[in-house]
T-cell receptor
Framework: QKEVEQNSGPLSVPEGAIASLNCTYS??????FFWYRQYSGKSPELIMS????GDKEDGRFTAQLNKASQYVSLLIRDSQPSDSATYLC????????????FGPGTSLSVIP | NAGVMQNPRHLVRRRGQEARLRCSPM?????VYWYRQLPEEGLKFMVY????????ESGMPKERFSAEFPKEGPSILRIQQVVRGDSAAYFC?????????????FGPGTRLTVL
């Protein structure tokens, strides 16, 4: 059974700090990795996707992937109260018959 | 380019009635996924469909639930004889290609309330 785990929350950080969200996955052959943000009562929205080892930066967000350790993380720099949401890690397969597996999510609260 | 559309946005049913949830994928997308989210819980995969084909229904309850994605028209998630435990948000997502690696784009969801 393929699994995706995320660090348990809720995570609280002060405004302006760096928020670090972690995710591990069980399937070694996974090829695609996604971070979604979900505000309360809303649908998930894609923040970033990453496919290769290393870092990928987009504005205040940096995704880090380490396939050898089966680990993917999301860093949010200069955290803002508007970043307060649940962050979902999702891991994709390699064939057309694979489905994307979502982690349970980590709730982030940015304190003004 | 219109996003993923779901309707109705809110649906109220009494126990024993049927619920039909509709999802129109983004233009050009031929792959649809349905998820259920209970209050304060994570997304739970239900079913993955391509046009006229169910690829993976491992997350679907064995009874009362069914899904289809016809050649023409939206994908339908059907829940027969609803019970209070079916109350949840149901999200549909779509992706463009037939690879498990593709980004999924989510619709706004249907909030089902069973009285």
């Amino acid at each position: 059974q393929k699994e995706v785990e995320q660090n348990s929350g809720p995570l609280s950080v002060p405004e302006g700090a760096i928020a670090s969200l972690n995710c591990t996955y069980s399937d070694r052959v996974s090829q695609s990795f996604f971070w979604y943000r979900q505000y309360s009562g809303k649908s998930p929205e894609l923040i970033m996707s990453i496919y290769s080892n290393g870092d990928k930066e987009d504005g205040r967000f940096t995704a880090q992937l380490n396939k050898a350790s089966q680990y993917v993380s999301l860093l949010i720099r200069d955290s803002q109260p508007s970043d307060s949401a649940t962050y979902l890690c999702a891991v994709g397969g390699t064939t057309s018959y694979d489905k994307v597996i979502f982690g349970p999510g980590t709730s982030l609260s940015v304190i003004p | 380019n219109a996003g993923v559309m779901q309707n109705p946005r809110h649906l109220v049913r009494r126990r024993g009635q049927e619920a039909r949830l509709r999802c129109s994928p983004m233009k050009g997308h031929s792959h649809v996924y349905w998820y259920r989210q209970l209050p304060e819980e994570g997304l739970k995969f239900m079913v993955y469909l391509q046009k006229e084909n169910i690829i993976d229904e491992s997350g679907m309850p064995k009874e009362r639930f069914s899904a289809e994605f016809p050649k023409e028209g939206p994908s339908i998630l059907r829940i027969q004889q609803v019970v209070r435990g079916d109350s949840a948000a149901y999200f549909c997502a779509s992706s463009p290609f037939n690879r498990g690696t593709d980004t999924q784009y989510f619709g706004p969801g249907t909030r089902l309330t069973v009285l």
